[in-house]
């Protein structure tokens, strides 16, 4: 790793995190965005509201173009939420405080704590890989909340079960309040 613009892409090449629905629900469109551009290369927009209740469209996390290998199929086409968002990894590493091997290992950490996420959500029967990690959790509680205990489990195991899927993202989320949002 060399130049930090080489740097921030090989970091973001290993981890996808602000793309996958782990960091984020979704993505809002910004005026600089054309909404018909992005439908046409295949982005599934809806109407929502933003954090001041504004109108706003957006696309649902995890995002379609994130590849297996964390590359972006629309990447020169990136709306600019993307194209300007730095989580404070990266900003540590631009601004000499962190090394990219430090970022790397801590890069690494947090996806093993999103798998982890995962398979507990698994093990309870959530499947919904199209949805952000956050919502995935939420309708799991509430399912179990609702008495719908998974097939082939007792309730004492789905509790069990609940408790790990609590403690992982319990996990991820100090991880990433810590180490990633942009105000970390
Ligand atoms: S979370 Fe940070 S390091 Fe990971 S892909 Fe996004 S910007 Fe890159």
């Known amino acids: 790793m060399s130049q930090p613009a080489e740097v921030s892409s090989q970091l973001c090449l290993a981890c996808g995190l602000c793309c996958d629905g782990t960091l984020f629900a979704d993505v809002e469109l910004q005026p600089a965005d054309s909404a018909e551009r992005l439908g046409a290369l295949g982005q599934k927009l809806r109407r929502g509201k933003d954090s001041a209740g504004n109108s706003v469209q957006k696309f649902a996390q995890p995002c379609p173009a994130l590849g297996p290998d964390c590359r972006c199929a629309l990447y020169a086409e990136r709306p600019a939420r993307c194209r300007e968002f730095d989580c404070a990894v990266l900003r540590s590493v631009q601004a000499g405080a962190l ?35 956050s919502q995935r959790f939420q309708r799991t509680k509430r399912a179990l909340e609702a008495g719908d205990v998974p097939d082939g489990r007792t309730w004492e195991e789905a509790a069990e079960a609940f408790g790990e899927l609590t403690l992982a993202v319990s996990a991820l989320q100090f991880t990433l309040s810590r180490e990633f949002y942009p105000d970390s």
């Open 99 to 133: 090394t990219p091997d430090a970022a790397l290992r801590r890069i690494r950490h947090a996806r093993k704590q999103r798998d982890a996420v995962r398979r507990a959500l698994s093990a309870l029967g959530n499947e919904e890989v199209a949805r952000p990690l």
